[in-house]
RNA sequence: GGCGCCUUGGCCGAGCGGUUAGGCACGGGACUGCAAAUCCCUGUAGGGCGGUUCGACUCCGCCAGGCGCCUCCA
């Protein structure tokens, strides 16, 4: 399998067999607030890859974090009066439900900074020790200039960095503007700290993630992925870090970024008010739709979300959920066909195909239609639809993780009673009488077809 | 200012130096009591100007437009 590597700015074979692990850390949210779309774009890309891997025979060992210690989490929780790792929960458990609900599949870890505080004291000590750091008074600050590979993830050059003007209040400790804090002094009034060599405080930013990632998926990591804003200064610090820790290069044999989203030409903030967060995502959209949505694009290139294209993929989701559903729908009996067989066996490879090339899921995707065109439901025998079912489920099930149904409330056996009064009056050509069942079904959801073998219903 | 990306038919969106991507929508037809669904048919696009080439949407250069990052951010 090969993926895009923003490091080399190449391809990289992952060259794993199948059985052995595919090890990952993907960057998580810092749930100071609700989740949003722009989340959902990076753990449905993340989980799509992990989803095929897993299905090709792989062991995923997918790892990601929760920044539950962070300033915009003390600001937030002391507006609301509430502790920090309250905040924290909450969002954490809103950010669960709402991967439940895109059908996300749990990753292999989800560890916040708080559960490895000693760990992160450790790995300072080392910087330390290696002289990749030095101590102040307000803090532990990484040493720039001790790691000559500084600028190469983001591709640029140090001098350009600290000419620039920091947006952060710039420590007067500070031996270089570049140099970025490992551990933050305690300010007064803080409620959350720990003891360390150098003072009550708490860990900066990135150092999180190199503690979690070492630990739980090891190192050097088979990727690293995350949202393309955080390429600077986000993962350049983690990588400068982690390679200055552990004395050895590389941190991850493939960085992995996803593009951002967009609402309409923007890209999604709060403050633009284009900001679409779980609550309204739960409330308003199809999980599936969504995914096929925010799947059917090129990870690493921006997407946009509007409501034309919400349309458009619930569309053709409606169809694909139709098309499998009326596979179910085939009685004649009859051999699988060298025809259909073929078709299938080739749909399937090139779908493996696109997506073993740095996870091409619109061509994959693009197969699974083609091969829906091919094969007409109406011209299959039971073993051949099948046989197509089967590589749908896998297809789009297993692997894009859809559903492929919607889940209602009504009786199946009161649709049926419904149906069966329905075509009693159209005999009697009772057609007003017959339209009236029929449209009450469609208030429900329900909607019939009357095929030649027979009326169908189906939920849409 | 620095680094990088993008521009494909009404909309979304891939691959590819010479063969139909695919989807959604639209239109025509078949079927139907009427519908719906389904089926059949229909679209030859690639920002602009040059260059390389027998041949470019695909490579190179320039221009125009759009976007991202440059210590909050998935």
Redesign the pocket.
């Known amino acids: 399998m090969k993926l895009y590597d923003t490091l080399s700015?190449k391809l990289i074979d992952l060259e794993k067999k199948p059985g052995e692990k595919i090890a990952g850390y993907?960057?998580?949210?810092?749930p100071y607030d609700e989740p949003?779309?722009?989340?959902v774009?990076?753990a449905l890309v993340f989980d799509l890859f992990r989803r095929y891997v897993k299905a090709q025979g792989y062991k995923p060992v997918f790892v990601s974090n929760f920044?539950d210690v962070d300033?915009?989490i003390i600001e937030r929780s002391a507006e609301l009066s509430i502790h920090p790792f309250a905040l924290a929960e909450i969002y954490e458990r809103l950010y669960y439900k709402l991967m439940d609900f895109l059908n996300v599949e749990p990753l292999y870890a989800y560890i916040r900074v708080s559960q490895v505080i000693p760990d992160i004291i450790e790995a300072i000590k080392q910087l330390i020790d290696k002289k990749h750091a030095y101590v102040t008074p307000d803090g532990v600050y990484f040493s720039?200039s001790s790691f000559p590979y500084y600028g190469e993830l983001?591709?640029?050059?140090v001098e350009?960095?600290?000419l620039?003007?920091?947006?952060?209040e710039p420590s007067p400790f500070k031996k270089d503007?570049?140099?970025?804090a490992l551990w933050k002094s305690r300010k007064t009034n803080e409620t959350v700290w720990w003891h360390s060599p150098w003072g009550d405080g708490r860990p900066g930013?990135h150092i999180e993630c190199t503690v979690i990632s070492v630990k739980f998926a090891g190192f050097p990591l088979d990727f690293h992925?995350?949202?393309?804003?955080?390429?600077?200064?986000?993962h350049e610090?983690e990588k400068a870090q982690s390679e200055a820790l552990m004395g050895q290069k590389p941190f991850a044999r493939v960085w992995m970024?996803?593009?951002?989203?967009?609402i309409g030409?923007?890209?999604?903030?709060k403050s633009l008010g284009n900001f679409i967060g779980a609550t309204e995502i739960m409330a308003k959209y199809d999980p599936d739709v969504v995914r096929y949505?925010l799947l059917?694009?090129?990870y690493r290139?921006?997407?946009?979300f509007?409501e034309?294209?919400y349309?458009?993929?619930a569309?053709?989701v409606n169809?694909l959920r139709?098309?499998f559903e009326?596979l179910d729908w085939v009685s004649r009996d009859g051999e699988a066909r060298t025809r259909v067989v073929s078709l299938v066996t080739s749909a399937k490879e090139t779908f493996h195909s696109?997506l073993e090339?740095d996870l091409?899921s619109?061509?994959a995707?693009?197969?699974?239609?083609?091969l829906?065109?091919q094969l007409?439901?109406?011209d299959l025998n039971i073993s051949e639809a099948s046989i197509v079912k089967q590589f749908l489920t896998h297809a789009l099930r297993t692997v894009f993780g859809l559903r492929l149904t919607k889940d209602g409330k009504v009786d199946e056996s009161l649709i049926q009673d419904m149906v069966e009064l329905?075509n009693d009056f159209?005999k009697q050509?009772k057609?007003?009488e017959?339209?009236a069942i029929?449209n009450m079904l469609l208030r429900h959801s329900i909607?019939?077809?009357?095929?030649?073998d027979g009326?169908r219903w189906?939920r849409e």
């Open positions: 700015r993907v960057c998580g949210i810092t949003h779309l722009g989340h774009r990076t920044t300033d915009k720039v983001s591709a640029r050059k350009d960095i600290s620039l003007e920091s947006r952060v503007p570049r140099d970025f930013w992925g995350g949202g393309s804003d955080l390429i600077f200064p986000h610090n970024h996803t593009g951002m989203l967009r030409k923007e890209e999604m903030h949505l059917s694009t090129y290139d921006p997407v946009t509007s034309e294209v349309n458009q993929a569309n053709t169809n139709s098309y009326r696109a090339d091409n619109s061509a995707l693009a197969e699974v239609h083609k829906i065109t007409r439901v109406e329905r159209r050509k057609f007003s017959a339209d029929r909607v019939l077809e009357d095929t030649k009326t189906i």
